[in-house]
């Protein structure tokens, strides 16, 4: 289980069952600031986020998944929308909360997969909290409630989460309207696309940001699957400025 470092320089190749170079990419993927928001999103050269299955998991390849399990144990709680949490089967870890974000609280069709000690947070309005206890039956969770109607904006979220949990990193895990409304709160985006199918590249993919002129490539990894692993920097804090130098970011 091989990654290789095309970006910063200098090149190199980890092996993820070296306890040492799996302890440098642990370390490189944890969020370097207070307050860091990454987005993730697995995609293939079509700009496609769903496989044959019509899930992500069928875009996804052992790599992949490890580094994943590693970003979810660097961060204080991951995000996902209820969507997500009804067209992907999605661990719910013992360690980093979870916690999906509905307006509405129903979750019927949810495939969560939990244990005794997985730890789940809903967060929706107090007029929906019935409503995620009738529909998560016995599975244990965590309700937490932001007053109001409608969606629930970002920045809201983030606060509440903040205050029940103490979470002060974020990691969105999907689906496209999270991104959509965390997009000003983004500090990183990591995307990972899979080869092209057939040798086909049709450009970017169409919810590719038009301005990406805050945009910062400040890592880019590949596999022995071919997998390509970018992330990015953005906003005030992830501008090209707010890089001194390579070593900074290894």
């Known amino acids: 289980m091989n990654l290789y470092r095309v970006l910063p320089p200098p090149s190199q190749a980890f092996d993820l069952t070296n306890e040492a170079d799996l302890a440098f990419i642990t370390a490189d993927l944890a969020p370097p600031a207070t307050g860091w928001v990454r987005a993730l999103m697995v995609t293939n050269a079509l700009g496609e986020t769903e496989g044959p299955d019509g899930t992500s998991g069928s875009l996804t390849t052992g790599v992949d998944r490890r580094l994943l399990r590693l970003q979810r144990a660097a961060?204080?709680?991951?995000?996902?929308?209820?969507?997500?949490a009804r067209r992907e089967r999605i661990p719910v870890p013992e360690t980093t909360p979870l916690a999906v974000v509905t307006t509405s609280g129903d979750l019927r069709g949810h495939q969560l997969l939990t244990s005794p000690a997985s730890r789940l947070v809903v967060v929706t309005r107090p007029a929906a909290s019935a409503r995620v206890r009738e529909t998560l039956c016995n599975i244990e969770v965590n309700i937490v409630t932001v007053e109001g109607e409608g969606r629930i904006p970002a920045v809201e979220v983030r606060d509440a989460l903040n205050a029940a949990l103490g979470a002060q990193t974020f990691l969105l895990e999907?689906?496209?309207?999270?991104?959509?409304?965390?997009?000003?709160?983004?500090?990183?985006?990591?995307l990972s696309v899979t080869p092209p199918p057939n040798d086909i590249h049709r450009g970017i993919p169409s919810w590719w940001p038009l301005d990406t002129s805050l945009w910062q490539l400040t890592s880019l990894m590949t596999d022995d699957a071919k997998m390509l692993y970018h992330r990015y920097q953005t906003g005030g804090r992830g501008a090209p400025s707010a890089v001194s130098d390579s070593s900074a970011l290894r």
Do not use: K, Y
């Open 75 to 84: 961060f204080d709680v991951i995000v996902l929308g209820a969507e997500t």
């Open 174 to 190: 999907g689906g496209r309207s999270l991104w959509e409304s965390w997009a000003p709160l983004i500090d990183e985006v990591a």
